[in-house]
């Protein structure tokens, strides 16, 4: 496949149901913010931004089932477990307070996360979830 | 120290107000299994009871800020990510259903966490987690 | 949206062309033990099972770009790293065979791994892997 | 390169004094145990049993610098952070308790995990190491 | 609970004994660089000073059956494993030198966790050392 | 031992065949930025260095039965698993492009490594591997 197909695929893969229906849900929960991430992401790679909008935010995101202030706090605590992705939990922080989550629920969750993460990575996440409070 | 002193050590620990207080949201949270694995535990390490008990219950579980519900779905969402820790995902999801969450809010996280921890932890926690759900 | 809806949802999902597609290309990387142990996890998971068609086999494996002895060699590099995914291990030992990977290739890519990976997980990963690949 | 003159440099490769100064630090820490496990991941993979041999016993248990015993405690806090390598750990144990740790210590230092490896793989590792105790 | 009844509560646990033999153990294992990190802590999360400091120093590090410089020793080998934990590294490759370790046997054990922990955290992990070492 | 042996003994080190392999190895795979790096780390550690020369690269990358091409794009995909090694990560997509791997074969990679190593993992990859495609 010549790299102008892959071109055209990725223009037809913008304009379906799928992936309007992860743009949308992504703002309804991200916002401007959240938008401004993925046309940046869009110029670096524009498959991987397609396969946030349409995985991530229209296959699990826009899905019944649990309610967007919970969905969050668990990426919350998957983020701080694993470590090293600051960007999405700053991101995830200002998400969970923009569906309702209070401040002190989300510092107790990282309170809670030394005993499962260690103390190193919720010390560290309390830094960053900090200061993602005060700039929200 | 000698091993007797150690030993008188737990003694006088666990009739701490802070054991005690562990100890009752242990038991409020995980009912009879909670404690049956807590027994075994002090057997193999009382040492090692005592933290769960005193740091995990008393000192986390026990406060105020988030409810018990929250904390059981984020939790399931860190042990999903570290991998590895079974024993500790079904007793978090027999605990999840007993603060109220409902099968499919299960589900749904375990879903969501493909994203984060990826397709092969998220396989493996469903086939645990489906087990646990139809043992409750 | 009451369970009905979804299980209907499930049903019009299996029909869709990225279903099928991800399906024909799940067929021709892992044969009939891949199709069995779909068939298995949809009895547990209709939804993680439609993730794993849709999301790895038509968004991913069925993309051109990659050869699929490259993407199965790279798959394995990824599991030994992470750990704890003996059944993935194997079934992507025995994809990368079918996709033309020599044996020697295979045990010289674990090899590698304990660089990378260190050596409990790469040894570990041997043991998992010379069973595969006596059973291919 | 033809697999006999692969099966060729193997045996060369015995015969190093590379390989030789690996095995005394191997029969010297890990006793005929530790022989056996060569012997046999030497049938599944005699490439990987030399990488260990030599590297990890050549290259670095047998440099002076630190001793025995607190390289083997250190081994079993990287054991426990890492995760799921028990058949590893259960040989470090028995091997620091050789090198003159005591019980207590190596009790300690699983509890002190819990502070940076989390209560998840610290409960676990607890398990394994007092069967290992049990059984030395 | 209201807000000041939590401020009320986190002062009377600082008179509490436990947090007093905590303030005590950090005092002589990490000095006034490690009082000046808590401090700041205290600013970011009263709670979570007070884990740190009646958890990992109360609970742990002020428990017998383990010296100091061993127990520093094993916490840099879980750091150097775990990964993404510089700025804990630096202070525990101090308290180490404080506890008596030598140079040597901190950069023989970061050499030693290329088998364990994978070259990539290994080289990584060297840098930060020895720059802590210059700096201490 | 002195302190004098031990720089004795790096001397000798470098004159080993086994050193020799390891260096052409690094030579003709990263080029001169590859012998820059590891320059400098002979500076913070030469025993690290000579443990990169010899057993990662003659011990395995000099090895027969897997091109250099594959054992790149297989080590990318460890490096994004386990995060936190954008400098090796950079350095390991120079090489791959050096040995004959396209761009698009590079992020076609990446993009898989969301089903195996998560999204974020894999987002933060996509950002370093095409400024190290740029930057080339």
Not at 104 to 109: G, M, N
Request: with cysteine; charged share 25%.
């Amino acid at each position: 496949m010549a790299k102008d197909d892959i071109n055209d695929d990725e223009v037809a893969r913008e304009k379906s149901a799928r992936y309007q229906k992860g743009w949308e849900a992504l703002t309804a929960i991200h916002g401007e913010t959240g938008m401004a991430v993925m046309e940046e992401m869009k110029k670096t790679s524009p498959e991987m931004a397609a396969c946030v909008i349409e995985y991530a935010f229209a296959d699990h995101y826009a899905r019944p089932g649990l309610d967007i202030k919970t969905r969050e706090l668990c990426t919350i605590a998957s983020l701080v477990t694993q470590g090293g992705a600051d960007r999405e939990l700053e991101a995830h922080v200002t998400a969970a307070l923009k569906a309702g989550a209070t401040k002190q629920e989300i510092t107790e969750l990282i309170l809670q996360m030394t005993i499962y993460a260690g103390f190193p990575k919720a010390l560290h996440a309390m830094r960053v979830v900090m200061d993602a409070i005060e700039g929200a």
